[in-house]
């Protein structure tokens, strides 16, 4: 009996591409080829599947119902066949080769600098590639396939993921100078108003470990300012809007540095988030995930 025809690693790779950006011009420059190339992929595939992917005309693209269905499954077929290439290429090497690192923008630019140095002077032969978004992009990524690891701070929701918590990284209040000694004091949360509290925008998980640190209140959390960024966070607070928390791995990066903010510590138990490393189950590199969640560890366990 004939067996049936099978879709190509690159037809899937065309089809998930345009899948995501829905104009073909731009996933053709993605994957560096031609929009004609790519036009002719994603019409072999549907010729191979039996079925229309795409609705297109001269202004839009737009996946079809069972092109919904079959990009998922696409995106795991090359996320396995991604793993399968890195475990033959990663079998006998730990920590060696390229290695598509994620972290979001609250830990990225304070943790990372003090210790890639380190970690590319004990692993030389590693090529590292660091991606910077929020938590669920980086899941998204990681999932299909497009990171091998991501370093993330939890509670959050990381479903069937391989997790590796590595530390507790404590909230400090943040506020305008009080006053000489204020800084070092500790604060109750509960003093704390929360129409004061200055958040990140919505998307940032570090806003929903800050509501949380809060505590619970009636109907929904709303800020007179959502900042962007942390910079922008701290400007706020040092314009009089308000206060915020910031985690602990911030401060000690000097992000206050030059300003005329302080740090105050939180009464006991002190709210905090947990810094994480997370891989698929299935990857190849989920052992160097654990080596490098090691390596972070005993690099905070140093430096404090």
């Known amino acids: 009996m004939d067996r049936p025809a099978l879709p190509t690693l690159r037809q899937l790779a065309y089809f998930v591409e345009l899948s995501g950006r829905l104009n073909f011009r731009v996933a053709a420059e993605a994957l560096f080829v031609t929009q004609s190339t790519m036009s002719a992929g994603i019409k072999e595939l549907e010729a191979v599947l039996g079925v229309q992917l795409f609705e297109r005309d001269n202004r839009n693209v737009r996946l079809t119902a069972i092109g919904e269905d079959v990009v998922a499954r696409a995106r795991e077929l090359l996320a396995a066949a991604t793993d399968l290439a890195e475990a033959a290429r990663t079998a006998t090497r730990p920590l060696s080769g390229p290695l598509r690192l994620g972290a979001i923008p609250t830990i990225a630019p304070y943790l990372l600098p ?60 943040v506020t305008r100078e009080a006053g000489r000694g204020k800084g070092h004091k500790e604060v109750a949360l509960r003093k704390i ?17 800050a509501i949380a640190a809060c505590g619970p209140r009636r109907g929904p959390w709303e800020s007179r300012v959502e900042a962007t960024s942390l910079t922008t966070l701290i400007q706020m607070v040092e314009g009089g809007l308000g206060v915020t928390l910031l985690p602990g791995i911030t401060v000690e990066a000097g992000i206050l540095k030059g300003t005329r903010l302080v740090a105050r510590p939180l009464s006991p138990p002190a709210p905090a988030r947990t810094l994480a490393l997370v891989a698929r189950r299935t990857s190849p590199r989920r052992p160097d995930a654990d080596l490098l969640a090691d390596f972070l560890v005993e690099q905070r366990r140093s430096s404090r």
């Open 114 to 173: 003090r210790v890639l140095p380190a970690l590319r002077r004990a692993h030389g032969d590693l090529k590292l590639y660091l991606r910077e978004d929020v938590t669920r992009a980086l899941l998204e990524r990681l999932r299909a396939g497009n990171l091998d690891v991501a370093l993330i701070a939890l509670p959050f929701d990381t479903g069937d993921l391989y997790v590796r918590e590595l530390f507790r990284d404590e909230f400090s209040l």
């Open 193 to 209: 108003d929360p129409g004061d509290m200055l958040l990140l925008e919505e998307g940032h998980c570090l806003r929903d470990h």
